[in-house]
C-alpha cells in the first residue's frame, strides 16, 4: 500500500473564551476557564498515492479544519498526522497578501516554500498564463475579485507541483472554463500519483472530480469509502434534513453543537475500554496540577495582580519560542519498488537498449495505451529506469505511451514522466567523495553484490549507517547510506558533486553512472536523509 495521508485518533481542540479576561483566568485558575470546542475528533483515515477524496458536509461540520490539518496550517491537539511528501493548500485568498500585486504574491509564496532567485523565474510565466489574469497580474489583490483570487491561488499551488493538494472550495467561484481547465490539471495530478483532497458543497462538483469521499459531521468522520457508497448517503441525508420542520432544525443544530463541547468515543488502549472522556479528564487533571505549581511559584516573585500580569506575559513570550522551535518529528524512509532492468553493473545493457529514467516522485502504470479506457496497474517512482518495447500514441490526448515490463508485466506509462537520455557522470569520482564524506569504507567491493540473492551472498548487516536494500525476492539492489546525521542541503551536494543526471525538485537528485546510480533523497526541510547507490 502506498499511503501519502495517515490520520490517527486526530483531534483539535480549541478554547472559546467571551473576552481578553476570561483568557487570563484560563492561565492562572488551577481548574482552567472557558469552553472546549473540539473543530475535529477522533479522525482514522488512510489515503493512498493517487487518491482523489472528496470531503462533504453541512457547513460547519470541521471540513476546512481537516484541511487545515493535511496541510499542516494547525497542528492535532491529539493523535498524529503522517504526510509524505509537500501538501499545498488551495482555498479563496488562501496566503494572499492583500497588498502585493499577484506577481510579488507568486514571489512571497514560492519563497516561503523554498524555492530559490532562478526556481522562481522559470516557475513564473507558467505561474501567471495558467492564471489568465492578464494585466491584473500587476494590481494589488485587494482589487481582485474572489474568482481572481482563486485563479492565483490555484496557479501557484499546482504548479510548485506537491505531492498532496488540498483544494477548499476553490473551484466554487469563477466560470466554468477555469473549472474544466482545473479538472485538467488535477487528473494529470492524479496520473502521476498525487493525492487529492477537494472540498467542496458541490456534491455534482465532487461526483465529477473525486473516486472517493470522507463525510464529515459534527467534527467526525461518519462515513469514508467510495464515491458511489458515500454520496447518495450524504444527498439522502441532505433531503431528509431540508424536509424538517424548523424546530426540528434547531433541535439538531443544537444537538451537534453539544456533541462537539465534549469527546466521548470510546478507544482500546490494550488493557481494556476507557473513554475518550476519561482521557480528557486525565490530562485536564495533570494541567490543572502543573497551573496550580506555577500558581505557587507566582507567589514568591510578586504580589497580585502585578504578579499574575509578568506570569502571563513571561507565558506568552516563552510560547512565542517554543513555535519557533522546529519539527522535529522522524521522517520514515518509503519503500521504493523493484526496477525492471536486472544488475545495475550490467552496462551493455543500458548502451543497446532504449532506457528511460522515472523524472516524477511518483507515477501509474496502465494495462492499456489510452488514458480513457485503460486501469492503473502499480506505481513507478523516481529514479527507477525501464527499458522502453514499444511505442504507442495516444487515441485522444496529444501525447505518446511506453510499453515497459514491470514485474514480468506488461503495462504502458505516459512518455512524460520518462527521461531519456540523461547525462553520465564519473562514478568513480562520485563514489570516492562520498566515501569520504559519509566515511564509508570498501564502496567498491560492497557494490559487487547487488543482484546477488541474499543466500548466495551470505549478506549481513553493515553498520548503524549502512544496509543492503533488497528486492521483494530477496535480491540485494542497492546500498542505502543513512545520511540524517548530516545537515546538508540539495545546493551543497550540487556544489559538491555537480550537475545531477534528473533534479527532482527540493526532494531528490540523480546521479547516472556507468554501470550504478546513486539517488539523493532529501526530507521536507530540504536536507540530506539518504543515499541510495543501486
Known amino acids: 500500500m502506498n499511503k501519502a495521508v495517515v490520520f490517527r485518533n486526530v483531534t483539535k481542540r480549541y478554547k472559546m473564551y467571551k473576552n481578553n479576561s ?20 477522533n479522525i482514522n483515515f488512510v489515503a493512498e498515492k493517487g487518491d482523489v477524496i472528496g470531503i462533504i458536509g453541512v457547513n460547519g461540520a470541521g471540513k476546512s479544519t481537516l484541511s487545515n490539518l493535511i496541510t499542516g496550517v494547525v497542528p492535532p491537539s491529539e493523535g498524529s498526522v503522517e504526510i509524505k511528501g509537500e501538501a499545498s493548500l488551495i482555498a479563496i485568498a488562501s496566503g494572499l497578501n492583500n497588498q502585493l500585486t499577484g506577481r510579488n504574491n507568486i514571489e512571497l509564496k514560492c519563497l516561503m516554500l523554498g524555492f530559490n532567485k532562478k526556481e522562481i523565474e522559470e516557475l513564473m510565466p507558467e505561474i501567471i498564463e495558467f ?32 505531492d498532496v493538494l488540498v483544494i477548499d472550495e476553490a473551484l466554487s467561484v469563477g466560470d466554468q472554463a477555469f473549472a474544466e481547465k482545473c479538472l485538467n490539471k488535477i487528473n494529470s495530478f492524479q496520473e502521476r500519483g498525487k493525492t487529492i483532497f477537494f472540498i467542496s458543497h458541490s456534491i455534482g462538483q465532487v461526483k465529477k472530480f473525486c473516486k472517493k469521499a470522507i463525510w464529515m459531521e459534527a467534527g467526525e468522520i461518519k462515513a469514508y469509502g467510495s464515491i458511489e457508497e458515500v ?21 439538531f443544530k443544537q444537538m451537534i453543537m453539544e456533541k462537539r463541547s465534549k469527546l466521548n468515543r470510546a478507544i482500546d488502549d490494550n488493557d481494556g475500554m476507557i473513554t475518550r472522556t476519561d482521557v480528557y479528564k486525565k490530562q485536564m487533571k495533570r494541567k490543572a496540577q502543573g497551573k496550580r505549581k506555577r500558581l505557587i511559584a507566582s507567589a514568591f516573585l510578586a504580589i497580585g495582580i502585578i504578579a499574575a500580569a509578568l506570569l502571563f506575559s513571561q507565558s506568552e513570550r516563552l510560547l512565542a519560542i517554543i513555535q519557533k522551535e522546529p519539527n522535529g518529528q522522524e521522517l520514515k524512509i518509503a519503500e521504493k519498488p523493484d526496477k525492471h532492468v536486472g544488475s545495475s553493473t550490467d552496462a551493455s545493457i543500458r548502451e543497446e537498449k532504449d532506457i528511460r529514467y522515472v ?33 504507442q500514441k495516444d487515441p485522444v490526448e496529444d501525447f505518446n505511451w511506453l510499453k515497459i515490463m514491470k514485474n514480468e508485466q506488461a503495462v504502458w506509462v505516459s512518455e512524460q514522466i520518462l527521461s531519456k537520455d540523461v547525462n553520465t557522470i564519473e562514478e568513480e569520482q562520485l563514489f570516492e567523495n562520498i566515501s569520504d564524506m559519509f566515511q564509508v569504507d570498501n564502496l567498491e567491493q560492497l557494490l559487487s553484490f547487488i543482484g546477488q540473492s541474499k543466500e548466495e551472498s551470505n549478506a549481513t548487516e553493515l553498520n548503524e549507517i549502512m544496509k543492503f ?65 543501486k
Open 22 to 41: 476570561e483568557k487570563f483566568l484560563d492561565l492562572i485558575l488551577p481548574k482552567g476557564y472557558g469552553e472546549d470546542f473540539f473543530a475535529v475528533q
Open 469 to 533: 536494500a533488497y528486492t521483494d525476492d530477496e535480491h540485494i539492489k542497492g546500498i542505502s547510506i543513512d545520511t540524517n546525521h548530516q545537515s546538508r542541503s540539495i545546493e551543497e551536494m550540487i556544489e559538491l558533486f555537480g550537475t545531477p543526471s534528473i533534479q527532482l525538485v527540493h526532494k531528490a537528485i540523480l546521479y547516472h553512472g556507468e554501470k550504478y546510480d546513486a539517488i539523493f533523497y532529501f526530507n521536507d526541510r530540504g536536507l540530506l536523509r539518504e543515499i541510495l547507490i
Open 131 to 162: 492564471a489568465e489574469l492578464g494585466k491584473f497580474i500587476d494590481q494589488p489583490v485587494k482589487k481582485y475579485s474572489s474568482g481572481m483570487k482563486s485563479r492565483l491561488g490555484f496557479a501557484i499551488s499546482v504548479n510548485i507541483d506537491p
Open 359 to 391: 523524472n516524477v516522485n511518483a507515477g501509474f502504470v496502465r494495462d492499456k495505451p489510452d488514458l480513457l479506457k485503460s486501469e492503473k496497474i502499480s506505481m513507478i517512482i523516481f529514479g527507477d529506469y525501464y527499458i522502453i518495447e514499444e511505442i
Open 231 to 251: 454520496a447518495p448517503a450524504y444527498e439522502k441525508f441532505l433531503k431528509d434534513y431540508k424536509e424538517l420542520t424548523p424546530e426540528a432544525q434547531k433541535n
